[in-house]
């Protein structure tokens, strides 16, 4: 599906080996935040209107595709609208092992899972989209990403009235 080189196939592969995984574990700096905007819901999770939110670099085939090119990733976002087909659907990330997610996007956005729900009446209906951000974003992005891209689609979020925002990272 993306345009991965073997070389970024072997990184991913190396990345899957106990050792290296736990060694980059144990150095990773996340980036912390001491505000964690939290509101409570004014209403039943069945009225709530609900968007989802990925990091796992998946977008429509049709879509512009995320820079792979970039070594410090792409701080841009896609929007996926909510009556995707799943065959309509590619990722385009090469920094996570991604098989599993080809074979079912679930995984990473989880479409369907939410559907059912709906067919149930357990929750709300979906925003008009749902969004998709590239994960591994590094300095000269992060700020970006952080002041630009994630403020442009919150506000996109707000105005098309969402009550929820379900964050799935890849």
């Known amino acids: 599906m993306s345009k991965e080189t073997l070389f970024d196939k072997l990184l991913v592969m190396i990345f899957r080996i106990p ?3 736990n060694y980059w574990a144990s150095s990773y700096q996340a980036v ?4 964690v905007p939290w509101t409570k819901l004014k209403k039943s999770l069945s009225e709530c209107k609900i968007a989802l939110i990925t990091t796992g670099g998946i977008l429509l085939k049709t879509d512009k595709e995320f820079d792979l090119n970039d070594p410090h990733g792409d701080s841009t976002f896609r929007r996926i609208p909510h009556d995707v087909a799943l065959d309509d659907l590619t990722i385009i990330h ?13 995984l ?6 939410l559907r059912e729900l709906q067919a149930e009446g357990i929750v709300g209906p979906s925003n008009a989209f749902h969004y998709s951000f590239m994960g591994h974003i590094e300095e000269q992005h992060l700020t970006t990403l952080i002041q630009k891209s994630a403020v442009d689609a919150a506000k996109e979020i707000k105005q098309q009235q ?3 925002a379900l964050l799935v990272p890849a």
């Open 19 to 21: 050792i290296v995984k």
């Open 94 to 106: 090469k920094y996570y092992d991604h098989r599993d997610a080809d074979l079912d996007p679930n």
């Open 108 to 113: 990473i956005l989880p479409i369907e899972v």
């Open 32 to 35: 912390i935040f001491d505000r």
């Open 162 to 164: 969402v009550d929820i």
